[in-house]
């Protein structure tokens, strides 16, 4: 199978870890979104939003990160990652929930406050990238991913995973968002709620994640 993405896109990086958990390893077919081939034909063809990742799998397309980490548990060998109780599955799928409405927007805000962007803002292509917060954007973005946090710690003090006792896709998909955020300054806010913060470590020093979770250090990886 081909994944078409970069190995520092947030995005990118739950397909990488949902292949690396299972014991997989994908082609990685690198799209250059700083060079621009995010918009090229060929990958407007595979994803008509200009994004990555895409997943290749013979000649069927699949593009949308958590769509693709959905599909690749089912139709991978390995540990499964998706918890076959009805109310840990309901629970899994909360947590992948909450992290697309409350928790990635606000990483990406404080992201662009931080030092990555200061990096991608030195590359030609920095003119297609948002613009760094005001100090009450980002007052407003560490507000909002507090009020996710202190929901998250509760939780956290009954179990060990989001869903239970089982690390899952809700991992998955949180992994890259905390990584960047403790990239940009943001990481106070994981550390200052003990039971977020206890999972964190167990969750970041994962095998698949250690192999997958490059922060954006130099421009040619973006
Ligand atoms: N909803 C998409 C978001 C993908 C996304 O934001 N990808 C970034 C890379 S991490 C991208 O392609 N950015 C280029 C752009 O937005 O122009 C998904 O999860 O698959």
Redesign the pocket.
């Known amino acids: 199978m081909k994944v078409y993405?970069?190995t520092?896109?947030?995005?990118?990086?739950?397909v990488l870890t949902v292949f690396a958990e299972k014991g997989h390893e994908p082609e990685l077919v690198h799209?250059s979104?700083l060079g621009g081939a995010?918009?090229s034909p060929e990958n407007l063809k595979r994803?008509p939003?200009?994004?990555?990742?895409v997943l290749e799998d013979d000649g069927f397309l699949l593009?949308?990160?958590?769509?693709?980490i959905r599909y690749l548990d089912r139709r991978l060998s390995g540990p499964s990652l998706t918890p076959s109780d009805a109310r840990e599955h309901g629970l899994m799928e909360q947590w992948i929930s909450i992290e697309?409405c409350y928790v990635?927007g606000p990483v990406w805000t404080v992201v662009r406050g931080g030092p990555v962007y200061d990096l991608i803002r030195q590359s030609p292509a920095f003119r297609?990238m948002p613009p760094a917060p005001d100090t009450a954007e980002l007052a407003r973005a560490r507000g909002e991913l507090a009020r996710a946090f202190d929901v998250a710690d509760r939780d956290l003090a009954g179990r060990a995973y989001l869903a239970g006792d089982q690390f899952s896709l809700a991992e998955v998909s949180w992994l890259?968002y905390l990584e960047y955020l403790f990239a940009s300054h943001g990481g106070d806010l994981v550390l200052e709620r003990p039971n977020l913060a206890d999972w964190w470590q167990r969750i970041s020093s994962r095998p698949s994640w250690q192999k997958v979770g490059k922060v954006l250090t130099d421009l040619e990886s973006a």
């Open positions: 993405g970069t520092t896109s947030a995005a990118t990086h739950p799209v979104i995010d918009k994803q939003f200009g994004e990555v990742p593009y949308e990160s958590r769509a693709i697309q990635s297609t890259p």
